[in-house]
């Protein structure tokens, strides 16, 4: 089903779009008298005292907010600030706030927040209710700043910074809303962020953040090696995320021959997927790896990705939520 509304959405023209434009009107319809509800005040808009950052795209999908959001946490707590997360807890099976920690599991608090915990210090608590789950942040731990993974269509938050995230290689596909195309809201809504960041790009003339896959490690051995030791090399790459070109592309500009096993973002493993493929290596994504951790297998090479922003982005962040936060620029 992803596979073909993707060949709806990015084409540059589909008749199936054009038949679920009626639907597309009703959605339209929808989601802005939602928004004026809560614009009005008619629907409860929820402050916090503690400063709120969003993070989240327009469009269905994977545009890297995840990993930039690691970035960001990280960069805040090296100016000192005490960070709290809230992940939405997507896939997971929790329907109460929860707070994530070392004996958490994908299954029950999702697989981001799982990946999150391992990669920050943040604080961070795991519900599709935000309201509740930034209650439950507040009342139990002394954070300096709440920042929401995937977090810009809840209207019932206020937020002092929002930041969305368009992915460069997909852009906003036919332009068209649900279920026509890919946006959630119209193109019109980054106008109103405080920073639209395009991610997959490296530029220095407009804020950008590049994706960097730092070699792959080994989940056995803790090996890490970089993709030109598998060079002219037969691989399998397994991922249940929603996009896999950047990988593709990074394994074709190392020549190194691979079949893909592409699965459902958010897939939930068992292990068992793998248990029908060869001796070649796996390589495997740590968003997927979260879920998996009992494995021991030595043939499982786990991808090393992270974002880097460029200097123009880190210094209109650093002008921006300086003063916001209070710390020194």
């Not at 649900?178 to 997959?200: F, H, M, Q, V, W």
């Not at 037969?234 to 950047?246: E, R, T, Y």
């Amino acid at each position: 089903m992803d596979k073909f509304f993707n060949n709806i959405w990015y084409a540059r023209f589909n008749i199936f779009s054009l038949l679920l434009l009626p639907f597309t009107l009703i959605y339209f319809i929808i989601i802005t008298f939602r928004i004026y509800l809560y614009r009005f005040r008619f629907f409860k808009v929820n402050k916090f005292n503690v400063p709120v950052v969003i993070i989240g795209n327009i469009s269905l999908g994977g545009s890297g907010k995840t990993p930039f959001c690691i970035w960001l946490v990280n960069y805040l707590e090296s100016k000192n600030i005490r960070v709290g997360l809230v992940s939405s807890g997507y896939k997971g099976s929790s329907r109460q706030p929860i707070i994530v920690d070392d004996k958490s599991s994908p299954l029950v608090v999702g697989d981001e927040a799982v990946l999150l915990f391992e990669k920050t210090n943040a604080k961070i608590v795991s519900c599709g209710n935000r309201v509740e789950a930034t209650k439950l942040l507040l009342d139990t731990f002394d954070v300096n700043v709440i920042i929401h993974d995937d977090g810009i269509q809840h209207y019932s938050l206020d937020r002092d910074y929002e930041i969305i995230l368009v992915d460069n290689d997909k852009l906003f596909g036919n332009g068209f809303l649900l279920p026509s195309g890919p946006l959630r809201e119209l193109k019109s809504r980054i106008t109103r962020a405080n920073i639209s960041i395009l991610t997959n790009l490296q530029s220095n003339t407009v804020y950008a953040a590049r994706s960097v896959n730092k070699g792959i490690q080994n989940i056995v051995t803790k090996e890490i090696k970089n993709f030109d030791e598998f060079r002219n090399k037969k691989i399998h790459l397994v991922a249940g995320i929603a996009s896999i070109d950047n990988i593709t592309s990074i394994l074709d500009n190392y020549m190194i021959d691979y079949i893909a096993h592409k699965y459902d973002d958010h897939y939930q493993f068992s292990g068992n997927e793998f248990d029908s493929l060869s001796d070649n290596p796996i390589f495997l994504t740590s968003k997927d790896y979260v879920k998996l951790h009992a494995l021991d297998n030595k043939n499982i090479w786990i991808l090393l990705h992270e974002v880097i922003p460029n200097n123009l982005l880190i210094e209109k962040i650093n002008q921006d939520l300086a003063s916001i936060l209070k710390y020194e620029n």
